[in-house]
């Protein structure tokens, strides 16, 4: 992942918060030519975002998911998914504003309902499960 | 990586689903550590971290011992 990758990869994020969602390959090929295609694989492969199994499309660009997940985030004006909790709380964080995620609780479906305001959960009144040990996370990122 | 109405809730799932426990914090750690994790990442000056900022990272919000050690 050199210089003009790293470009790529700001261009896929700014397009993904203007969009609300991922970029295409497609629209992305438009943007930036075809040299965009090896740099996609490049950028994946330093798990600075994720591809679908197709290895074009994006599947996340941590912390936002280009697919619908069960944690919806609304932050400053626009709404996306975050590939687990983590990300959820990450959007707002990344776009420095407060922000909102929804989602239900796995085990009963309670919805949950969390504003974030200042880094702060409110209510602050719900715990955070992380399965995978960190030494595995990328084993297999889209479950953990 | 999941959110849970309580530690309770997270046990019944685990159970339910044939899992083994994992790391749980709270929703408040939570938003602290996803705030140091994310907050550059659309930053136009952005970096990719090394494998020991985000050790670091970690390490400051007290997720020490071997299930937070990254390879």
Redesign the interface.
Known sequence: ?DDHD?QI??HI??RF?ELGRAPTFTELKDELGDGVEPALRRLHD?H?LVLESDRTEIRMA??FSAVPT??RVEAGGGSWYGN????A???P????VEGH?S?A????G?P?E?D?CD???VP???????????????DDIVF? | MNLFRSEEHVGRWLDQNGYEAGETISAGKLAKLAHAWWSDRLAPGWQPHTRDQNQAILDRHGLTGSFWQLP
Not at chain 1, 124 to 138: G, K, L, N, R
Request: glycine letters at 2%; charged letters at 15%; a negative charge.
């Open positions: 992942m790293v990869r700001n994020y700014r918060v330093a600075a941590n912390p069960p944690y687990c909790a983590w990300d709380f990450g959007i964080a990344a776009l420095h995620v989602s609780c796995p085990d009963c309670e949950i969390i974030i880094e702060r959960p602050d009144e719900h715990v955070f499960h992380v399965a995978v040990p960190a030494a595995h996370w990328w953990t």
